[in-house]
Structure formats: structure tokens, C-alpha cells
């Protein structure tokens, strides 16, 4: 599967972005998806999970209750609100179809498809 991310932009501090993953499948129902982010000189870190079924989703801790995962039938999306100069970074998605239905990845080793990343600047 080939997974192409847009939406990322530069904004201010407190505004609101989505961000789309594009899959290269008809349906992207037997996958798990999943969202993270490289800031500069920093490793990649989870953002958020999502299960192949729809039925979980993990974030992590500092993007809980601001970020939202959710997919249909072809894409992956991240809503992102009350954004911080902190979340400035590459935003990448990737996509699962080895580990469970009902899993949620955290880990990169998790996934087997990644797309490029959309850049999402934020501004103080």
C-alpha cells in the first residue's frame, strides 16, 4: 500500500489543522493506521493509533484530548486542535497489515508502509 499525506501547513498557536493519509487501496479496512511525527533533531515519536476495525485507538499522552484519529474507507485523518509551537514537526502516516484487527500500533516496528509526511508549522 502506498500512503500519500496532505493538509500540513504553517499556523498560529491555538488554531485548529486536519490532516489527510490518501491509501492506495480500495478500502483501508484491513489495515491498522497510524500517525507520527519528527520534529527537528529529535527521533520520530508516536502521535496516534488507530485499529484495522475501527474499534480502538490509542494517542499519546501529550496529544490526548487535542488530537483525533479517524479513517473511512481510503483515508486516514488527524484532526488536530489548540496546536502548539511544540507540535511544529513532519507529520508521517503508516499503515499495518500484520498485527492484530483489533490492535493498535505504538511502535514503528509495528508498521510495514509509510508515506513521505505533510510539514505542520506552528507559530507562537
Known amino acids: 500500500v502506498q500512503l500519500t499525506e496532505s493538509g500540513g501547513e504553517l499556523v498560529q498557536a491555538g488554531d485548529s489543522l486536519r490532516l489527510s493519509c490518501e491509501a492506495s487501496?480500495?478500502?483501508?479496512?484491513?489495515?491498522?493506521m497510524g500517525w507520527f511525527r519528527q520534529a527537528p533533531g529529535k527521533a520520530r515519536e508516536f502521535v496516534a493509533g488507530i485499529s484495522a476495525t475501527g474499534g480502538s485507538s490509542l494517542y499519546a499522552t501529550s496529544m490526548e484530548g487535542r488530537f483525533t484519529i479517524s479513517k473511512d474507507s481510503t483515508k486516514l485523518y488527524l484532526q488536530m486542535n489548540t496546536l502548539e509551537p511544540e507540535d511544529t514537526a513532519m507529520y508521517y502516516c503508516?499503515?499495518?497489515?500484520?498485527?492484530?484487527?483489533?490492535?493498535?500500533?505504538?511502535?514503528?516496528?509495528?508498521?510495514?508502509?509509510w508515506g513521505r509526511g505533510t510539514q505542520v508549522s506552528v507559530s507562537s
Open positions: 503508516a499503515a499495518s497489515a500484520k498485527i492484530d484487527r483489533q490492535a493498535v500500533g505504538v511502535l514503528e516496528e509495528h508498521y510495514e508502509a
Open positions: 487501496v480500495d478500502n483501508i479496512g484491513n489495515y491498522a
